[in-house]
């Protein structure tokens, strides 16, 4: 009974009534997927034991339902961030944690992975290092937010790429970190500068 009840995914508890199961069959029973097992001699446990079955079987549907939930708001997530337009890129301590697809593409390298682990400042053109170690600061040690602002960053093949960056504090991995979102505004700058 306990193998058909686990065939049809049934979420009831499986009780096991009886007087004659010893402790180490029941024991196994509860192995095998028995919520648990009530002696006949000791029916007045029975109420209970279906109670606490029936609250078990539901905190574990609504865990279930939240942990898809998450899942899949996880998913859009990470979905949103790989197709964003503007270069996404996480830090802490001053090393990269993570890019994304647009960031590997502005900073001219094949694969995000490329860049993990990297020091932050190495991307930083030098007339703005000071400027970025003061945001990076404001961001991880006062958990402040900065404002949008423009400066040049550096790809590895030593270009120089004007973007627009704001940062600000989250918690990446269950520690803190600086989200960091920027925009190459290189086109944008030329055409100003053609302008004038």
Same mark, same amino acid.
């Given at each position: 009974?306990?193998?058909?009840?686990?065939?049809?995914?049934?979420?009831?508890?499986?009780?096991? &009534?009886?007087?004659?199961?010893?402790?180490?069959?029941?024991?196994?029973?509860?192995?095998?997927?028995?919520?648990?097992?009530?002696?006949?001699?000791?029916?007045? @446990?029975?109420?209970?034991?279906?109670?606490?079955?029936?609250?078990?079987?539901?905190?574990? @549907?609504?865990?279930? @339902?939240?942990?898809?939930?998450?899942?899949?708001?996880?998913?859009?997530?990470?979905?949103?961030?790989?197709?964003?337009?503007?270069?996404?890129? &996480?830090? @802490?301590?001053?090393?990269?944690?993570?890019?994304?697809?647009?960031?590997?593409?502005?900073?001219?390298?094949?694969?995000?992975?490329?860049?993990?682990?990297?020091?932050?400042?190495?991307?930083?053109?030098?007339?703005?290092?000071?400027?970025?170690?003061?945001?990076?600061?404001?961001?991880?040690?006062?958990?402040?937010?900065?404002?949008?602002?423009?400066?040049?960053?550096?790809?590895?093949?030593?270009?120089?790429?004007?973007?627009?960056?704001?940062?600000?504090?989250?918690?990446?991995?269950?520690?803190?970190?600086?989200?960091?979102?920027?925009?190459?505004?290189?086109?944008?700058?030329?055409?100003?500068?053609?302008?004038?």
């Amino acid at each position: 009974a306990l193998e058909m009840s686990r065939e049809a995914d049934s979420e009831a508890p499986f009780i096991i &009534v009886s007087g004659k199961v010893g402790e180490e069959a029941a024991v196994q029973a509860m192995r095998a997927g028995a919520h648990d097992y009530v002696m006949k001699g000791n029916l007045t @446990r029975l109420c209970a034991t279906v109670e606490r079955g029936l609250e078990e079987s539901q905190a574990r @549907r609504e865990r279930e @339902r939240a942990e898809k939930s998450l899942k899949e708001s996880e998913e859009r997530y990470r979905r949103l961030v790989e197709l964003s337009p503007d270069t996404i890129i &996480v830090h @802490r301590g001053g090393e990269v944690l993570f890019v994304n697809t647009a960031g590997a593409e502005l900073f001219g390298v094949a694969s995000p992975e490329e860049l993990i682990g990297k020091a932050v400042m190495d991307f930083i053109h030098p007339d703005y290092r000071e400027i970025a170690g003061a945001r990076i600061v404001r961001t991880q040690e006062k958990g402040e937010r900065t404002d949008l602002i423009q400066e040049k960053f550096l790809r590895l093949d030593g270009q120089t790429v004007d973007v627009e960056v704001v940062t600000t504090p989250i918690t990446y991995r269950g520690q803190g970190a600086s989200l960091v979102v920027a925009r190459d505004i290189t086109g944008r700058k030329r055409a100003e500068e053609e302008r004038d």
